[in-house]
């Protein structure tokens, strides 16, 4: 109803994009990994998931209105209060599988693109990036000089 769909995703258009062009595309995670860790990403706490997920059901338009502007500007702070900080507190294993450790798993591999002689887009969800262990920091932490991209 609110006009959301996969085909108007970020991630669909850059895919859409490479295989127009012939590029190789290649994911971050197998399948395997991507099912494996949908499966098991709420155990335990699937009731307290859905009764969050419920109780902001009559805000989503607006909270999704705010994600969008809040992404247009780049505003990394806010971001990270947006997708992460209520998740870390309100369900820290969650927010760990879901966030960190695919950062930590995902580190090895930007970082043999980086030294590779070939030019690579890396393409991951926003979450990914902000805060104290998303992919920026990471790579900071570890010395590359990062910079945001202005429009």
Request: proline content about 3%.
């Amino acid at each position: 109803k609110m006009g959301v769909s996969s085909e108007a995703g970020v991630d669909h258009y850059f895919f859409n994009k490479a295989r127009a062009d012939g590029k190789p595309t290649a994911g971050l995670e197998t399948v395997q990994a991507q099912l494996d860790f949908l499966g098991s990403m709420s155990d335990g706490i699937e009731n307290r998931f859905v009764a969050k997920g419920l109780k902001d059901l009559d805000r989503f338009q607006q909270l999704l209105d705010q994600l969008i502007s809040v992404w247009r500007k780049g505003d990394e702070a806010k971001l990270y209060q947006f997708f992460l900080r209520d998740m870390k507190n309100d369900f820290p294993k969650l927010h760990r599988r879901l966030v960190d450790d695919r950062n930590a798993a995902w580190l090895p591999q930007i970082k043999q693109m980086i030294a590779s002689p070939q030019t690579e887009f890396v393409l991951v969800g926003v979450a990914h990036l902000v805060g104290p262990q998303g992919i920026v920091s990471l790579l900071k932490k570890q010395g590359f000089k990062v910079n945001k991209l202005a429009d």
